[in-house]
């Protein structure tokens, strides 16, 4: 079955990078489109960004652009996200999902990293 | 971008009640390209419906998804103990897709 499974919980400094990475398996990864959305302490899911591995270009919602990056590593089907420049508003748990485009519905989530932002 | 609004942002019910929650948008959603997810404490969302009205794999028939244009609505026909979680709408008929802000379902 298909399945997504991210990478463990990071505590960060403010100013610093972080990179999640979300394996899948179950399924053909080219043709699908991976997105990741994250959702602070208490609130709601906001989409930041997504990637069809066959085309291999990202797209980043206008509050991540210049500050997130999303990339791919077929061989391993493998999808990554690096936000750089790290606040403390960005504390949150960063899911990463599977679509059938951009934009699209989610119908597969990873479980969900954690990233604390922190002095 | 599409602007999506929930109400109500609590709803407070027993199990065995009827359910119906709305969302709606800023501007008309292209394609009644509308999902509705479920999401636990501690748990990534689950989709329940997508184009507005079909259910998802799995989905039980309890769950049902209506609307078009920008007020669309999911409803619960009646509350399992389990179904007791937060709701969220997304449009996805033009890019960015957006997320609503929840409706909480919670134990009377």
């Known amino acids: 079955q298909v399945q997504l499974v991210q990478s463990g919980a990071e505590v960060k400094k403010p100013g610093s990078s972080v990179k999640v990475s979300c394996k899948t398996s179950?399924?053909?990864?080219?043709?699908?489109?991976f997105s990741w959305v994250r959702q602070a302490p208490g609130q709601g899911l906001e989409w930041m960004g997504g990637i069809i591995p066959i085309y291999g270009t990202a797209i980043y919602a206008q509050n991540f652009q210049g500050r997130a990056t999303i990339t791919t590593d077929e061989s391993t089907s493998t999808v990554y996200m690096d936000l750089s420049s790290l606040r403390s508003e960005d504390t949150a748990v960063y899911f990463c999902?599977?679509?059938?485009?951009?934009?699209?519905?989610?119908?597969?989530w990873g479980q969900g990293t954690l990233v604390t932002v922190s002095s | 971008e599409i602007v999506l609004t929930q109400s109500p942002g609590t709803l407070s019910l027993s199990p065995g009640e009827r359910a119906t929650l709305s969302c709606r948008a800023s501007?008309?959603?292209?394609?009644?390209?509308l999902a509705w997810y479920q999401q636990k404490r501690g748990q990534a969302p689950r989709l329940l419906i997508y184009?507005?009205?079909s259910r998802a794999t799995g989905i039980p028939d309890r769950f049902s998804g209506s609307g078009s244009g920008t007020d669309f609505t999911l409803t619960i026909s009646r509350l399992e103990p389990e179904d007791f979680a937060v709701y969220y709408c997304q449009q996805y008929g033009r890019s960015p897709g957006t997320f609503g802000p929840g409706t909480k379902v919670d134990i009377k």
């Open positions: 999902a599977r679509g059938g485009g951009l934009p699209k519905f989610f119908d597969y």
């Open positions: 179950g399924d053909t990864f080219n043709v699908y489109a």
């Open positions: 184009d507005a009205s």
């Open positions: 501007q008309s959603v292209s394609g009644d390209f």
